[in-house]
């Protein structure tokens, strides 16, 4: 098993900046899959990113290519979205999630998932 725990989320004015990370306790860290999806009120939980167990593969979702990177650290346990170019829509509860077998752009291939992180940005 693993547990997550995520931190930096805020308040932020449009076109500005967060890292959001994801610490992990547990069973090995570079054993897992990682992700970071979102949900906004009223709305499915989306995909955002994703990282492969040794970090060298990554994929986006449309709507944030070229402007968040996840990437993850596993000497620390840990695992980043940097945001930036902020958008009002990209206001949601921010969450991470780990998979023991592979990358899933679904929720449901996730069986381990964090507390979430709010992140407001204004306009």
């Known amino acids: 098993q693993v547990q997550l725990v995520e931190s930096g989320g805020g308040l932020v004015q449009a076109g500005g900046s967060l890292r959001l990370s994801c610490a992990a306790s547990?069973?090995?860290?570079?054993?897992?899959?990682m992700a970071w999806f979102r949900q906004a009120p009223g709305k499915e939980r989306e995909f955002i990113a994703a990282?492969?167990?040794?970090?060298?593969?990554?994929y986006y979702a449309d709507s944030v290519k070229g402007r968040f990177t996840i990437s993850r650290d596993n000497a620390k346990n840990t695992v980043y979205l940097q945001m930036n170019s902020l958008r009002t829509e990209d206001t949601a509860v921010y969450y991470c999630?780990?998979?023991?077998?592979?990358?899933?752009?679904?929720?449901?291939?996730?069986?381990?998932w964090g507390q979430g992180a709010q992140v407001t940005v204004s306009s």
């Open positions: 999630a780990a998979s023991a077998l592979f990358v899933y752009v679904n929720p449901g291939g996730y069986g381990y």
């Open positions: 547990g069973r090995a860290f570079s054993t897992y899959a």
């Open positions: 990282i492969s167990r040794s970090g060298g593969t990554t």
